[in-house]
């Protein structure tokens, strides 16, 4: 399926999915009006096909989360866990890249925690149907490998 054939969502469908997180994005946090939403699919239009197949849909209720327009920028066509791996490698990326950042730790002005990044709806205990598919799927996945492996 491509981008256009998304489906157009409802005001109702778009106040529900703003109200999972309760007017904040999923990811960061941080918060945002209905008119900034994006909606995003948390198993993403261009790969979760295969762990949704037999499961659901995609482009449904059951996939979104809302976001701020920077995080589906971030997130974009990636696995939430790309996502997250992206988020918690911040860190690095700026002491390689940033003498102004690499100054900013060495003074003691920024203190990096370096934790795996929480996403904001795990903090609030946020969940859709969709993120159950990922965990079968992902155990599925596991069983498999580890039955090749023990074989
Ligand atoms: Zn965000």
């Known amino acids: 399926m491509k981008a256009g054939t998304r489906k157009r969502l409802s005001q ?9 997180c309760d007017g904040h994005c999923a990811y960061c946090g941080k918060e ?3 008119r900034e939403m994006q909606v995003d699919h948390y198993l993403s239009f261009e790969f ?3 762990i949704a197949q037999g499961k659901g849909e995609i482009d449904s209720m059951d996939n979104y989360l809302p976001a701020c327009r920077s ?12 996502f997250r791996r992206s988020v918690t490698a911040l860190h690095d990326v700026l ?6 950042y690499r100054d900013a730790v060495r003074f003691g002005q920024v203190t990096p925690s370096q934790h795996v990044q929480q996403f904001y709806y795990e903090k609030i ?3 859709i149907p969709a993120m159950k598919w990922d ?17």
């Open 12 to 20: 109702k469908e778009r106040k529900a999915v703003y109200e999972l």
């Open 32 to 34: 945002i009006t209905i």
């Open 48 to 50: 979760g096909f295969a």
């Open 71 to 82: 995080c589906n920028y971030r997130k974009s066509g990636g696995h939430i866990e790309s």
């Open 95 to 100: 002491m390689r890249d940033s003498v102004t």
């Open 125 to 127: 205990g946020a969940t």
């Open 135 to 151: 965990e079968d799927f992902r155990k599925m996945m596991h069983d498999a490998y580890f039955k090749v492996v023990e074989e």
